[in-house]
C-alpha cells in the first residue's frame, strides 16, 4: 500500500527476518528491526533492543510505524511462551488499536496450527479448517496468536493478515533434513527410525539422503517453503489493498515425495541413499490457491529446485548465518 513506509519488524534476528529485512529496504521501506538476543546485522535497517513484553517500549514504536511484522516467537522455550507469544501479541495488537497507527499488522503463524504431520489430512489444508495443532508451546502459541489477530480485527478493526506458513527452508537446511549426517532438526529424527545395523554402517558420519515411506511402502509427502517465498509472500501483504482480517497458507505449490526428493539430493551430493520406515508421520498438503489468486502468490521453488539451492550454498563456501531460536 502506497501509505506504508516505516516498518516496524519483531524477531528480526531470525530465520525469516534476516531475509526480509534486506527485502524490505530494497523495496524502499524503512525498518526498525525489534529484537532482544541477537542483532539483525544488515546496513540500513535501525535496530533496537527491546522486549515485545514491554508494553511502554512496544506502544512507542508501533505508533511510529505504518505496518508491523511479527515474527517473533516462543518456539519450544516453555519459559518464553506467556512473556513472547501471549503478551508480546497481545502488547502489539493493543498498540496499534490505541494508536491506530499502522495500516496493516501481520503475523507470521505457522502449518503447526493444523497439526501437520502428527495428525491425518485427507484433505488439502486450507484457511477455513479448526486449528487442531500437534503438541508442544510453538504449536500452541501460534494458536493463540491468530486468534488475538482474528480477534483484534474483528473486535477493534485492528487491520491485521495472518500468513501461515510451512516449515520455512533457507541456505543448505533442505539438505540438513534430508540426509543422515545433518543437523537433525524437525522431525523425524532419522537415528530413532534407524535399525542398529543402520546406525552402525553410518556410525562414522558417512552421509546417506533418506527415503522417507509409510508402513505400506508408499512414499510419504510433506509441505515445506523456500525463504525467499515467504519474503514474497509478506511483501504482498504490506501491498495488497482489502486483505484485512484475512489469512493465507504459504507453501510451495505441492508437497515433497521423500523417496523422490532423496533420489535427486543423492545424485547432487553424490551419496547414497536409505530407506526409512515412519510409522507416526501422516502426509499433508497445504493448499495454496487463496494467497495465489488474492495476493497474487507465486512460489518461485519446488524441492528440486529447492534442493539445487542448498548444493549452491554449501559450494559457495558461505557461512550459515547464526539464527536465534531453535534450530530449524
Not at 547432487?268 to 502426509?283: A, E, P, R, S
Request: charged share 25%; with cysteine.
Amino acid at each position: 500500500m502506497a501509505s506504508i513506509r516505516q516498518v516496524m519488524v519483531t524477531g528480526a534476528s531470525g530465520k525469516l527476518g534476516g531475509s526480509l529485512c534486506p527485502a524490505l529496504l530494497e523495496h524502499g521501506y524503512r525498518v526498525t528491526a525489534v529484537d532482544r538476543r541477537l542483532p539483525v546485522g544488515v546496513e540500513g535497517v535501525d535496530e533496537v533492543e527491546a522486549d515485545v513484553g514491554d508494553y511502554e517500549a512496544i506502544e512507542q514504536l508501533v505508533s511510529k510505524s505504518d505496518a508491523v511484522i511479527h515474527l517473533a516467537s516462543c518456539k519450544e522455550n516453555r519459559e518464553a511462551f506467556i512473556p513472547v507469544s501471549v503478551q508480546g501479541t497481545f502488547n502489539i495488537l493493543d498498540a496499534a488499536m490505541k494508536t491506530r497507527a499502522p495500516r496493516r499488522v501481520i503475523l507470521a503463524s505457522g502449518d503447526a496450527v493444523n497439526g501437520i504431520y502428527f495428525n491425518r489430512q485427507p484433505l488439502p489444508i486450507h484457511e477455513q479448517m479448526p486449528m487442531v495443532a500437534y503438541p508442544g508451546y510453538y504449536a500452541l502459541s501460534k494458536v493463540i496468536e491468530e486468534t488475538l489477530f482474528t480477534q483484534y480485527y474483528h473486535q477493534a478493526g485492528v487491520p491485521t493478515v495472518v500468513n501461515r506458513m510451512s516449515w520455512i527452508q533457507a541456505e543448505d537446511d533442505i539438505l540438513m533434513h534430508l540426509t543422515v549426517a545433518g543437523e537433525g532438526f524437525g522431525v523425524p529424527v532419522w537415528s530413532e527410525l534407524m535399525s542398529e545395523r543402520q546406525r552402525a554402517d553410518f556410525a562414522d558420519g558417512r552421509d546417506a539422503a533418506v527415503a522417507l515411506r509409510h508402513p505400506d511402502g508408499t512414499p510419504m509427502l510433506r509441505h515445506v517453503v523456500a525463504v525467499e517465498d515467504c519474503v514474497q509472500a509478506f511483501l504482498l501483504a504490506l501491498e495488497t489493498e482489502g486483505i484485512e482480517g484475512e489469512t493465507f497458507q504459504i507453501a510451495m505449490v505441492d508437497p515433497f515425495d521423500y523417496p523422490a526428493a532423496a533420489a535427486y539430493a543423492a545424485r547432487k551430493l553424490d551419496i547414497d541413499v536409505v530407506d526409512l520406515v515412519d510409522t507416526v508421520g501422516q502426509d499433508f498438503c497445504c493448499d495454496t490457491t487463496k494467497a495465489r489468486y488474492r495476493l497474487g502468490y507465486q512460489p518461485l521453488h519446488d524441492i528440486f529446485s529447492l534442493i539445487d539451492s542448498a548444493v549452491a550454498f554449501r559450494k559457495s563456501g558461505a557461512a550459515r548465518r547464526e539464527r536465534s531460536g531453535i534450530k530449524g
